[in-house]
């Protein structure tokens, strides 16, 4: 990890890379457990003044060749891609003494297939799948009054999955037949489904004496399909 800081900026690289190799059960047993891994992360900020600061954030990683000794398929690979931006504001002189906004973004590529194990050479299975994950949340914390704080908010989030299982047919275990030609058959596993929440808070507390009251309100408008 590499960092460089100043008042006015912060940069921070990180990043590695894993190769496991497969164990051995008490008896000598291999199992079945191999993988490969490699991520590297950028994270900035700038502290505009002493009451504004912006972060962005960024970070990529990819496994591979990873096996799995209790599922009839393996990952050959699996991709992922995440980013944020951040505001922050904060000011305990005004009425708005703070305001955090983010927005989020995370991109999944997936694939999954048996080619490591024997049923391969009777029917080759592949699954593509692939998610996107996108959000954004604000924050406004106002000051009633000295003993009372209000906080209002809303947030944003969507994930949306897409993906399909092939497998090409060449000899039917079941009827014991060859399947001359092969045959290709298409499975749904994520039907190009997707979920997104809107979401508005309130929240506030007030105190007396030595006892705080407390109240919060939610509302959420689900929509999937």
């Not at 406004?140 to 906080?151: A, G, H």
Request: hydrophobic share 35%; charged share 25%.
């Amino acid at each position: 990890m590499l960092s460089i800081s100043h008042k006015k900026y912060y940069l921070q690289v990180s990043g590695g890379m894993k190769d496991f190799g497969n164990y051995k059960s008490g008896d000598g047993t291999e199992i079945l457990s191999k993988f490969k891994h490699s991520d590297y992360g950028v994270k900035g900020a700038w502290f505009i003044n002493a009451h504004h600061q912006v972060i962005l954030d960024w970070h990529q990683a990819k496994a591979e060749d990873a096996l799995f000794a209790g599922l009839p398929m393996d990952s050959d690979f699996d991709k992922s891609k995440t980013g944020s931006l951040h505001y922050s504001y904060k000011n305990e002189k005004t009425r708005l003494t703070n305001v955090d906004i983010k927005a989020y973004g995370n991109f999944i590529d997936h694939q999954m297939s048996n080619r490591n194990r024997p049923a391969w050479v009777n029917s080759q299975a592949i699954s593509k799948l692939q998610s996107q994950t996108f959000g954004a949340r604000g924050e406004f914390n106002f000051k009633l009054s000295e003993k009372q704080p209000l906080l209002f908010g809303v947030d944003y989030k969507k994930v949306a999955k897409q993906g399909d299982r092939e497998r090409l047919v060449f000899f039917n275990e079941c009827t014991q037949m060859v399947v001359d030609p092969a045959k290709l058959f298409v499975d749904a596993l994520w039907q190009n489904s997707y979920q997104t929440d809107f979401g508005v808070f309130l929240e506030s507390y007030r105190t007396m004496g030595k006892f705080i009251a407390s109240a919060g309100l939610r509302a959420d408008f689900v929509n999937s399909e």
